[in-house]
């Protein structure tokens, strides 16, 4: 179990796998079931193609995270803000399910954004997500902005995209409060995301890493933990 007074927690996929969610480089990932598929997380190729779009959108009606709930993970979590220990709760994923698990949502930095709204690439008008499905379901295989007739997108950070500045800074005031980093299911290979594990070595702070695969950063770590997610951060944040 982990007895430090201060947390901040980074999530990847691999804590929603548990909830049906499949992650991208695992053995049963997006991307490697369907390198192809990568194109769809691409800005320059989604908006040069209306196909990537299209494929795009065909995929977005389909995601599990519109059914999906949280599993033991995502409750262990909101226990560990129940015990007043966390200092902030920073994802890369884009489901939801630690603020529908009860996660405050002032304590979650969605780093690389939200599936449950819609951007508008040239307007920048934002909507819910949940009104642009039902035209998906009629068959609008490429809907358009219905303001501008610009390209709608989902409001998730894609290759090429900056990632929102605000967020960023939140993600670093929690990883700078905090006593120990803890990464769960993340392969922690994508920056600046992974970058925050650097920030807490060098000051002196330890790392934990609950993840199915090796990371760049398991050397560096005070403890890796290869065990299930949904067993092992119950199992973690339990107080003596």
């Known amino acids: 179990m982990i007895d430090a007074e201060r947390i901040a927690v980074l999530t990847g996929a691999g804590i929603s796998t548990a909830s049906g969610i499949p992650d991208f480089r695992g053995p049963q990932g997006v991307w490697t079931k369907d390198p192809a598929a990568e194109a769809m997380f691409d800005i320059d190729e989604y908006v040069g193609s ?12 389909a995601v599990p995270a519109w059914t999906a709930e949280p599993n033991p993970g995502h409750l262990a979590l909101v226990e560990l803000e129940r015990q007043g220990r966390l200092t902030g709760l920073v994802t890369q994923n884009v489901d939801g399910l630690h603020q529908k698990a009860g996660s405050s949502p002032s304590l979650v930095h969605e780093l690389h954004g939200t599936v449950w709204y819609v951007d508008c690439l040239q307007c920048r008008r934002r909507i819910p997500m949940a009104d642009v499905l039902p035209r998906l379901q009629s068959g609008d295989e490429d809907p358009a902005c219905e303001v501008c007739g610009g390209i709608l997108k989902s409001a998730t950070v894609s290759f090429g995209q900056s990632l929102d500045r605000d967020v960023l800074d939140r993600a670093v005031a929690a990883t700078e409060a905090a006593d120990l980093f803890l990464a769960v299911g993340t392969s922690l290979q994508v920056y600046p995301a992974a970058g925050l594990c650097d920030l807490a070595l060098n000051a002196g702070k330890p790392l934990i890493i609950v993840n199915a695969q090796q990371t760049p950063y398991d050397e560096q770590a005070a403890t890796v933990l290869r065990t299930p997610i949904e067993t092992t951060l119950p199992e973690l944040v339990t107080l003596p």
């Open 50 to 61: 209306r196909d990537v779009r299209v494929a795009t959108w065909k995929h977005r009606l």
